[in-house]
Nanobody
Framework: VQLQASGGGLVQAGGSLTLSCAAS????????MGWSRQAPGKQRELVAR???????NYVDSVKGRFTISRDNAKNTVSLQMNNLKVEDSGTYFC??????????WGKGTQVTVSS
């Protein structure tokens, strides 16, 4: 299974970007999809996650600004990012988790927010 992320880019602070991620095939036993990010010199952090039933979780720093959504039938997940801040910059990775413990990760897409 390959996860392909897209939609990153350069944007000014206060702007918006939408990230998209698609799986190359149906993921057996999937229980959720999400987005994580990693800035240079920092650990990767989970930004948002959405379960099969549509329950969402966000890291506190993006609540009210980011929205995660998912198309279960197509195994795609999107992240709408509004009011972007410089500290949102980093490489964003999508992932899919399964009930049997396997996780799939995409290669990442770069988001750069300029001041």
């Amino acid at each position: 299974v390959q996860l392909q992320a897209s939609g990153g880019g350069l944007v000014q602070a206060g702007g918006s970007l939408t990230l998209s991620c698609a799986a190359s095939e149906r993921i057996f036993g999937i229980n959720g999809m999400g987005w994580s990010r990693q800035a240079p010199g920092k650990q990767r952090e989970l930004v948002a996650r959405i379960s099969n039933g549509g329950m969402t979780n966000y890291v506190d720093s993006v609540k009210g600004r980011f929205t995660i959504s998912r198309d279960n039938a197509k195994n795609t997940v999107s992240l709408q990012m509004n009011n972007l801040k410089v500290e949102d910059s980093g490489t964003y990775f999508c992932n899919a988790g399964t009930y049997y413990g396997v996780e799939y990760w995409g290669k990442g897409t770069q988001v750069t927010v300029s001041s």
